[in-house]
């Protein structure tokens, strides 16, 4: 998961924006509750920083409070191309890291998420610290789900910093090549592990990343076996440790899906026997591989 900066722009700066022309009712309704929702900004992030949003409460529709109004200032001033405040949408988007989605580290990001969806808690459809940068896979996958206990939070990428490595990956060669990612809990504890499965599960994130490692492999394929066949064992396993340093060079958390794949194959024996090396399909006929849910 990717740690993304908050922009500048607050929630006052986002409604303000998106209700300049205050040609309706409700836009005059929204300017006139500012307060009201700087005031549960705040206290969403709060609850954030304790890693305790499943706390708050879905919101109730009240007069022009209403999921309808609040999606279609959304829909029409915030993510529609001429919307008064489309300015605030692009520099979410903008804000993450490389463009990489920060919900799996891998996708672009082209779209931007309300955290907590906007069609259980409207009232947080233009909260600035509630929408963040996401990719159409993560953001399709992610839907409408929020979390009602603790262990079942997805990872905010703009309060949560998980530290430590976390990220596992297993590698069986017989009957079938097969690549799977598990979630360690030694670096960060029980509670963290269990968001970090269900973050992982509910955005099918291990398949992703069992998907760009069977490439990797199938493309590389043929450089191990020369590798092994010409100069031995010591030369393999000398040329994926320099692939692995490298690639933790890259990485900005060290549990990116290509750190994880090296370092198992790095300390798996198997991996160093011709036989399993030539049991990964070239690239010109590998199927799709299966990928085990995190454990």
């Known amino acids: 998961m990717i740690r993304v900066p908050r922009i500048a722009a607050t929630t006052r700066d986002i409604i303000c924006s ?6 309706t009712d409700f836009k005059r309704f929204v300017r006139k509750e500012i307060a009201r929702f700087e005031k549960e900004a705040e206290h969403y992030k709060i609850l954030a ?7 708050v409460a879905p919101h109730s529709e009240v007069g022009l ?13 915030l ?3 001429g919307g008064a405040a489309r300015s605030h949408y692009d520099l979410i988007r903008a804000s993450a890291p490389y463009g990489l989605c920060p919900y799996c580290g891998v996708g672009y990001v082209d779209q931007v998420d309300h955290f907590l969806p906007k069609s259980k808690f409207h009232e947080f459809a233009l909260t600035s610290v509630n929408l963040v940068p996401i990719c159409s896979r993560c953001n399709k996958n992610k839907g409408a789900k929020f979390a009602k206990r603790g262990c079942d939070q997805y990872i905010h990428p703009y309060f949560d910093l998980v530290e430590g490595i976390w990220l596992n990956c297993k590698i069986v060669f017989a009957p079938e090549v ?4 598990v979630i360690s809990a030694e670096d960060v504890g029980e509670a963290m592990a269990n968001r970090l499965e269900r973050h992982f599960d509910d955005l099918k994130i291990g398949e992703l990343y069992a998907a760009y490692s069977s490439s990797y492999l199938s493309v590389m394929r043929q450089q191990f076996l ?13 040329d994926v440790s320099e692939q692995l340093k490298q690639a933790e060079r890259e990485s900005s958390t060290g549990n990116d899906w290509k ?15 011709r036989d399993n090396i030539k049991a990964i399909p070239s690239p010109e006929n590998y199927p799709a591989w299966r990928c085990t849910a995190p454990s």
């Open 178 to 181: 097969k690549v799977r990612f």
């Open 79 to 81: 993510s529609s191309a």
């Open 259 to 273: 750190v994880a794949l090296l370092r198992c194959l790095v300390s798996l024996p198997e991996f160093l026997e």
């Open 18 to 23: 998106a209700t300049s022309n205050a040609d």
């Open 226 to 238: 020369d590798l092994l066949d010409k100069r031995g064992v010591n030369a393999l396993k000398f």
């Open 49 to 55: 920083e304790l890693n305790s949003l499943y706390k």
């Open 65 to 77: 409070s209403t999921r309808d109004n609040f999606k279609a200032i959304y829909s029409e001033e």
